[in-house]
């Protein structure tokens, strides 16, 4: 079951209107590194999850994806402002003023329509906390871009926050790993000497050494 609290994550405000960076904010709600598609991940990942405390993990941070996404549609909608005017988009989706009547839609910024192919699910718990674990970085780069692009100080305030969420994710994902990094894909699998080759195809010059694989294991104490 899901609830829906009025109230947002975190307060949304703009400086003011924008209409060409709603276009770049679209990224994040549209997009394949965006808060939709993680929340979908995440929460469709969690349907076969045994361990309750894992399962617990995936709906919680699902659940708070959508939040992110709702934080995003608002501030779309702020710097859109209240006038359709295509004219005001320079590059990327005119969707928003030809289509939707300012309504946040699910596209990306290049206007291209939100896609289950951005969903991974393996039904492996190793797997999909490596894929949630990259996807987290993933989206940590693209708040990064999107920061780097605009001066207004409320908008980068709500992205400094989202950043930030992300990271505490990533975080916790790094954690749940550690807690079944000998299980799945990584137990039913042995690490053969064909395992240990590095085939220097590249000239001149060979920059590593033979491989060791272990299990994946990521320590938050090491810098």
């Known amino acids: 079951m899901f609830k829906h609290e009025k109230k947002l994550l975190h307060e949304v405000k703009i400086e003011k209107p924008n209409p060409?960076?709603?276009?770049?904010?679209?990224?994040?709600?549209?997009?394949?590194?965006?808060?939709?598609?993680?929340?979908?991940q995440y929460i469709s990942q969690s349907f076969r999850i045994k361990d309750p405390a894992i399962k617990d993990l995936f709906l919680d941070i699902g659940a708070e994806e959508l939040s992110h996404m709702e934080?995003?549609?608002?501030?779309?909608?702020?710097?859109?402002?209240?006038?359709?005017?295509?004219?005001?988009?320079?590059?990327?989706?005119?969707?928003?003023?030809?289509?939707?009547g300012l309504t946040p839609?699910?596209?990306?910024?290049s206007g291209a329509p939100w896609t289950a192919n951005y969903v991974t699910v393996t039904g492996d718990l190793v797997a999909d906390l490596l894929s949630n674990i990259a996807s987290e970085q993933r989206a940590k780069t693209v708040y990064e871009y999107l920061y780097r692009q605009i001066y207004d100080?409320?908008?980068?305030?709500?992205?400094?926050?989202?950043l930030n969420r992300e990271e505490a994710?990533?975080?916790?994902?790094r954690?749940?790993?550690?807690?079944?990094?000998?299980?799945?894909?990584?137990?039913?699998?042995?690490?053969?000497?064909?395992?240990?080759?590095?085939?220097?195809l590249s000239s001149p010059g060979r920059h590593f050494d033979?491989?060791?694989?272990?299990?994946?294991?990521?320590?938050?104490?090491?810098?």
């Open 20 to 40: 060409q960076y709603a276009v770049l904010m679209q990224e994040q709600l549209g997009g394949g590194n965006g808060e939709l598609k993680a929340a979908m």
């Open 71 to 100: 934080m995003v549609a608002q501030t779309i909608n702020l710097l859109n402002g209240h006038d359709v005017d295509y004219k005001r988009v320079d590059v990327g989706e005119i969707q928003t003023h030809v289509m939707f």
């Open 105 to 109: 839609g699910l596209v990306n910024s």
């Open 153 to 162: 100080k409320h908008v980068r305030e709500t992205i400094d926050f989202l």
């Open 169 to 173: 994710h990533n975080a916790l994902f």
């Open 175 to 200: 954690e749940a790993l550690n807690k079944v990094k000998d299980t799945g894909s990584n137990r039913d699998f042995g690490v053969t000497e064909d395992s240990r080759l590095y085939f220097d």
């Open 210 to 223: 033979n491989p060791n694989p272990t299990p994946p294991s990521f320590d938050n104490t090491i810098r």
